[in-house]
């Protein structure tokens, strides 16, 4: 064993729809980049989605 790790799946706060709403507001202003499944419900389908999100900025697709 090298080492001993606690996850957790966020737990999202009444703040957070308004903050997931500012993701177009600025991902991409400074070619900075926001990925990941925060800016949804968390899942791998999520993750996915915000990736190809983060890679149509880049003319990329799947
Ligand atoms: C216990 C558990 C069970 C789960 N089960 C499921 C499931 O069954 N089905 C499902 O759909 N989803 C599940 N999930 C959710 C799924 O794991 C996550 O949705 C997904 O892994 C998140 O991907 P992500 O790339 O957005 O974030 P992460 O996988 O958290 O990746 C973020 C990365 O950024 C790095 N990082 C953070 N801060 C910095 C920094 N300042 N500089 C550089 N790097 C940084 C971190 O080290 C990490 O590698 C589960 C999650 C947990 C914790």
Known sequence: ?????VYH??????NAP???A???E?????RTHYC???????FHEDGRKSALAA???FGKRL
Do not use: L, T
């Not at 064993?1 to 790790?5: S, V, W």
């Not at 990941?36 to 968390?42: C, I």
């Open 1 to 5: 064993m090298i080492g001993r790790f």
């Open 36 to 42: 990941g499944v925060y800016w949804a419900y968390v």
């Open 18 to 20: 308004a903050a997931q």
């Open 22 to 24: 500012g993701h177009e």
């Open 9 to 14: 799946h966020p737990v999202f706060d009444k």
């Open 55 to 57: 890679c149509k900025y």
């Open 26 to 30: 600025i991902s991409g202003v400074n």
